[in-house]
């Protein structure tokens, strides 16, 4: 055994030392390529599979920048998931998946919004997607109209946004977006985020031409900007849009995607392909959004059904029999000359005072006691009067009862009580 | 025309204290019950609707 007593190794055509030797017996090595992998003690593997570590901790400041742990995902439902309202309608604005809207003006036929299953062996399937959200076209004979619009939409609680780490009015500081998307038509899609408060600022982006019905993930890593403004408070903070079809009266050519840059209603994005929107029964879909803080996109954070309709319930919540029968709603007590008020206790407090939401058929509702069941004349309303707590809601029940009774409100099987917090 | 249709807001009194109670409107096959609450955003469209010069059916 002998040793080879030198400072420096370095190749015989390289021109810069590759192993710096140290005196006490390290050594400095200028890069490392490794055929397999390198291990480290008995516990740590690096391989081009990843880095094991058995047995040990690991210690670190961040990951991608932000919290290691809890919750991500700053959006809620990005799954799609959740569908209080129900499963499809050809309104525009929120009747299907919650938290989410397609909204269209201009049409000459309703487009059709929908949540619909993710058909399996696709990679949103693969990567644990059931359900996307999505618009089909209807027959647009006039073509696309300069004030024509269809755009997919998401607003976001402003103190969520305040409070979750991204130093928003630092140009340092990241937030990204991600979600699949697929269109039945080969088309660049435009959208773009928006901060409403103070003085209002758009980023505007486009998803880059889709290949018709493939589905697509869209990554999107978004700065700060120190025009920016987010209040902490429950009102708007912050609006995520995707427009199948925008027309020319709210593009304009000279818009700069991937910048910040003050609201223009007449400039959101630059302008809009017409492709999907001229083509009859054209099909939009998303699913996955996730918005979190830092600059890369993570996998997306998948919750269970439970803590989603939860997170959701506190912008809407409804009360509606899935059978075919009459459901028990509230007990009611009896004030006199035919005032009673019914007490509803919701699962989480909402964002601000409801609007209460009911079908129209007040004999769909009854009142059920003293030996008798007795349907409504008049459907439910708010008691406004009194100061709301967002978590314990009167509704004023009009029928004749003896002051001082009780009664409990039922509701048929055909009918619905709801409460509306949206943004 | 008159409520629902035009106006399309009607007022509604506390039955007890004849109060302003809340702001009724009907969408398709839903009847609303709005709060005067400012964050509630049918209220903040009804305000709106209100600025534009349009006035609520009054109370019964």
């Known amino acids: ?423 | 025309m008159a409520y629902p249709t035009n106006p399309i807001y009607k007022l509604k009194n506390d039955s007890i204290t004849g109060e302003l109670n809340c702001i009724l409107k009907v969408e398709g096959s839903t009847n609303l019950s709005i709060p005067i609450a400012e964050g509630n955003t049918d209220y903040q469209t009804y305000l709106a609707w209100v600025a534009e010069g349009n006035t609520a059916e009054a109370a019964d």
């Not at chain 1, 660049?188 to 889709?210: E, I, Q």
């Open chain 1, 1 to 423: 055994m002998s040793t080879l007593k030198v400072n420096k190794l370095r190749d015989t055509a390289g021109s810069a030392d590759a192993i710096t030797l140290d005196p006490n017996g390290g050594a400095v090595l200028a890069g490392v390529t490794t055929v397999t992998s390198v291990k480290v003690g008995a516990a740590v593997t690096i391989s081009e599979s990843g880095i094991e570590a058995s047995g040990i901790g690991i210690t670190c400041a961040s990951i991608n920048g932000a919290q290691i742990g809890g919750r991500r995902n700053l959006v809620i439902n990005g799954a799609m998931n959740i569908a209080q309202r129900g499963t499809s309608s050809t309104t525009a604005g929120m009747y299907t998946v919650d938290r989410f809207t397609y909204a269209w003006s201009g049409q000459d036929e309703a487009p059709t919004q929908a949540q619909v299953d993710v058909s399996s062996g696709t990679t949103p399937y693969t990567e644990g997607f059931r359900k996307a959200y999505k618009v089909t076209n209807g027959n647009q004979t006039s073509g696309a109209g300069a004030s024509d619009l269809l755009y997919f939409e998401h607003h976001m609680e402003a103190q969520d946004l305040a409070n979750c780490g991204w130093n928003y009015t630092s140009s340092s500081s990241f937030i990204t977006l991600s979600f699949w998307v697929k269109s039945s038509v080969s088309q660049d899609f435009k959208g773009y985020v928006r901060t409403p408060d103070g003085s209002s600022h758009t980023y505007a982006y486009s998803t880059g031409t889709l290949s018709a019905d493939t589905w697509t993930k869209i990554t999107k890593t978004i700065p700060g900007n120190s025009n920016l403004t987010i209040d902490n408070n429950t009102g708007q903070g912050f609006q995520i849009y995707l427009w199948p079809y925008i027309g020319t009266t709210y593009t304009d050519a000279g818009v700069t995607e991937d910048a910040w840059t003050s609201y223009t209603s007449s400039a959101r994005t630059p302008v809009s392909a017409t492709s999907w929107w001229t083509t009859n029964d054209a099909t939009f879909e998303i699913t996955g959004v996730q918005l979190e803080v830092g600059s890369q996109a993570t996998p997306f954070e998948h919750r269970s059904f439970g803590e989603e309709l939860a997170l959701c319930q506190r912008y809407y919540y409804r009360m509606q029999n899935g059978s075919s029968s009459a459901y028990w709603v509230a007990p009611i007590t009896a004030y006199g000359s035919s005032t009673n008020v019914a007490m509803i206790f919701l699962p989480v407090c909402m964002r601000d005072n409801p609007t209460l939401e009911t079908s129209t058929t007040a004999s769909h509702f009854s009142l059920w006691g003293n030996g008798t069941v007795e349907n409504l004349s008049s459907v439910p309303t708010l008691r406004g009067s009194n100061a709301i707590n967002p978590q314990v809601i009167p509704i004023d029940i009009s029928h004749s009862i003896t002051a001082g009774d009780s009664r409990i409100l039922r509701a048929g099987s055909e009918s619905y009580i709801a409460f509306s917090s949206e943004l």
